[in-house]
């Protein structure tokens, strides 16, 4: 008997009915890779339309749209259809996984923030402090000028040179009360130069 006259008489072979996606997904769970690419076509789409909802940027939603299907195929084998649709299911996981990425990104950009932030305070102050340290060292070679010789001589050699009284006296051949009377002069009128009280 022909193919033609089987199928005359109703016997021929019906064609295959499209499996579900439960069935789909208790067969990715075997790790058939054929289920998984059918299973994938099937539900891509939403997956994708799901994540790019809750995270906006495309480059993120595709990484999680591979993410997803990364965990699908290794815990496939979880899903209980008696718990609820496969669609609910990779709905579910698809939401989990771009939230946490939504956390993960919000938690980066805070890190860079403050990290920015840290780094600006430190860079400003840097800044600050030389300035500031520069004004003063002209404000006080200014104020140092404003002495008379014989009192600068005595005030750089004591606080620049370090010398004690005894040795700045040596050094400038004078006696030692002298030294003090000139240095403390001039420290007196360094104060006053600089404006301190």
């Not at 591979?66 to 084998?77: P, S």
């Not at 979880?78 to 996981?93: E, H, I, K, V």
């Not at 200014?142 to 009192?151: A, D, G």
């Not at 040795?167 to 003090?180: F, M, N, S």
Request: hydrophobic letters at 35%; a negative charge; proline letters at 3%.
């Amino acid at each position: 008997m022909s193919s033609a006259t089987s199928s005359a008489n109703g016997f021929a072979d019906e064609p295959k009915a499209t499996p579900t996606l439960t069935d789909l997904l208790l067969r990715v769970a075997s790790k058939d890779q054929e289920a998984f690419a059918a299973f994938y076509a099937q539900t891509s789409r939403r997956v994708y339309g799901l994540a790019r909802r809750v995270l906006i940027d495309p480059e993120l939603s595709e990484d999680t749209t591979q993410e997803v299907y990364l965990q699908v195929w290794n815990i496939a084998d979880r899903f209980r259809p008696d718990m609820g649709s496969p669609m609910a299911w990779l709905m579910t996981l698809t939401h989990r996984r771009a939230v946490d990425k939504v956390r993960s990104e919000q938690s980066s950009t805070d890190r860079e923030a403050r990290y920015g932030a840290a780094m600006q305070d430190i860079e400003h102050d840097d800044v600050v402090d030389t300035v500031t340290q520069r004004l003063e060292a002209e404000t006080v070679v200014k104020c140092l000028e404003s002495l008379t010789e014989t009192q600068q001589q005595s005030v750089k050699l004591a606080y620049y040179g370090g010398l004690t009284y005894r040795e700045v006296a040596e050094k400038l051949d004078v006696a030692v009360p002298t030294i003090k009377s000139r240095i403390r002069d001039g420290l007196l009128r360094l104060k006053s130069c600089l404006g301190v009280n």
